[in-house]
Nanobody
């Protein structure tokens, strides 16, 4: 089993920045990627960004490209999401997720086995 613990959400004004953190513990040596999804009220969960552990490849949703950056600290077994230029439409609960397989699209939430508890990000206009 793998446990994911997130931190770093909060309230910020339009144009502001936040950094989310996600630490993995437990049997994390099988993980191949860790990423971020978000869910706004009344909407389905959507992919935000992911990083593959092996080569460090990253992928982003079109809505966040150029504003968000996902990166890792291998020694800390952690992944981070630096969010700049935040907009009100970025308001959501953000979830850290991890997968143990290279199968399936990186944006497919069903391919991610482990999930964090979620952290609220609110961007005021």
């Amino acid at each position: 089993q793998v446990q994911l613990v997130e931190s770093g959400g909060g309230l910020v004004k339009t144009g502001g920045s936040l950094r989310l953190s996600c630490a993995a513990s437990g049997r994390s040596f099988n993980l191949v990627a860790m990423g971020w999804f978000r869910q706004a009220p009344g909407k389905e969960r959507e992919f935000v960004a992911t990083m593959y552990w092996g080569g460090g490849d990253t992928s982003y949703a079109e809505a966040v490209k150029g504003r968000f950056t996902v990166y890792r600290d291998i020694a800390q077994n952690s992944v981070y999401l630096q969010m700049n230029g935040l907009k009100p439409e970025d308001t959501a609960v953000y979830y850290c997720a991890a997968k143990e397989t290279y199968r399936g699209p990186y944006s497919d939430a069903s391919m991610y086995v482990y999930w964090g508890q979620g952290t609220q990000v609110t961007v005021s206009s």
